[in-house]
Each structure stands twice: as structure tokens, then as C-alpha cells.
């Protein structure tokens, strides 16, 4: 009888298992409120086809300062960071559309371009791009330039975020982007 006391709790602890399984799968999706399942997005390339600008748009140029390393007690030591590239759609209604993303180091030189073509962010979604720690190529000076657009005024937020340590230490802290001109 010992026994099979023994297999029941067995097998409903798997049974229990299985179920937070389940319940941890299914809540990898969010849900709209038609009730239509919404993929969460986590890559850092949105495959998109976009109408190109009109001229009922606008292209503005956003610069955003990183810190891919910072100086640390004089200036021949230096301490790497992992910087992120924060970029958010703030409105409820309208697509932002992204012509360009270069990344340039301290010297102004073009490191990397990040689009081959444009993309869009739909209302209220982000995209982040990382260059890693052991990324050096960027420099204490380095920096985004973004090119974006939208048919609707719109105020999307560009932001970069630094995080770094000194031996058991952590620290954090981010820049925003200016707007340098609309043409």
C-alpha cells in the first residue's frame, strides 16, 4: 500500500510539472484583446518591406552618444562597457519607420551600418541594438546616427544605455539622442 502511495504522489508531482510546463509555454505569447496571439519580438532585424519616403513625410537625423569604454583612474586605463541602442515607437496609432542606423567611433569613422533597407517599429514596439563589451571598436567618442521618418508628427525615443564594472562594482547610466536636423 506504501508503494503505491508512493507512485500516485510520483505521478501527480509530474502531472503538476507538466502542468507549470504548459503554463510557462503558452505565456510566451501575449494576447491582443481580439484574442489573437501577439509573437513577442527578440531579434534585432525586423524583416519588413515599407513603402518608401513620400513627400508627405518628413526625414529627420537623430545623433546618440555611446560609451563603448570609459577612462578609469588616468587615462591610459580603460574600462569596457556593453552598450545598448534603445529605440521606441511612443505612439499608440502610428508606425515609425527607420531609414538608417550607422554606428561610428570616436575618430567619426563608419564602423557598421545596421540596415540594408529601411524597416518600421509598429505603435508602442522597440528595437535594442548591443555592442558587446569586448566590442572595441567604437571608442570612449563613439556613436549612433538614425535616420527616421513617420506620415503623422511623432516624438520616438532614442535612447543608449551603458553598463559596466570595476571589480565587485556594477554601474549603469544612459545617454539620449538630439535631433540634428529635419531636410
Not at 508628427?153 to 529635419?182: C, D, N, R, W, Y
Request: net charge negative.
Amino acid at each position: 500500500m506504501k508503494l503505491n502511495n508512493t507512485v500516485l504522489k510520483k505521478n501527480r508531482l509530474n502531472l503538476g510539472l507538466l502542468c507549470i510546463f504548459f503554463c510557462v509555454a503558452a505565456s510566451c505569447k501575449q494576447s491582443r484583446s481580439d484574442g489573437q496571439p501577439v509573437e513577442i519580438l527578440d531579434n534585432h532585424t525586423l524583416d519588413r518591406s515599407i513603402v518608401e519616403t513620400t513627400n508627405d513625410t518628413l526625414l529627420h537625423e537623430v545623433y546618440v552618444p555611446i560609451y563603448s569604454d570609459i577612462y578609469n583612474q588616468t587615462r591610459d586605463t580603460r574600462t569596457l562597457l556593453t552598450a545598448t541602442l534603445s529605440i521606441r515607437n511612443t505612439s499608440i496609432r502610428d508606425s515609425l519607420f527607420i531609414a538608417k542606423i550607422d554606428y561610428f567611433n570616436t575618430a567619426g569613422d563608419l564602423v557598421r551600418s545596421y540596415l540594408d533597407k529601411p524597416i518600421y517599429l509598429k505603435p508602442m514596439e522597440s528595437i535594442d541594438y548591443v555592442i558587446e563589451q569586448q566590442d572595441t571598436s567604437g571608442g570612449s567618442g563613439a556613436n549612433f546616427m538614425i535616420d527616421w521618418y513617420s506620415k503623422k508628427p511623432l516624438q520616438p525615443l532614442f535612447q543608449a544605455v551603458m553598463v559596466g564594472g570595476l571589480g565587485s562594482q556594477a554601474f549603469s547610466f544612459t545617454t539620449e539622442g538630439i535631433e540634428m536636423e529635419s531636410y
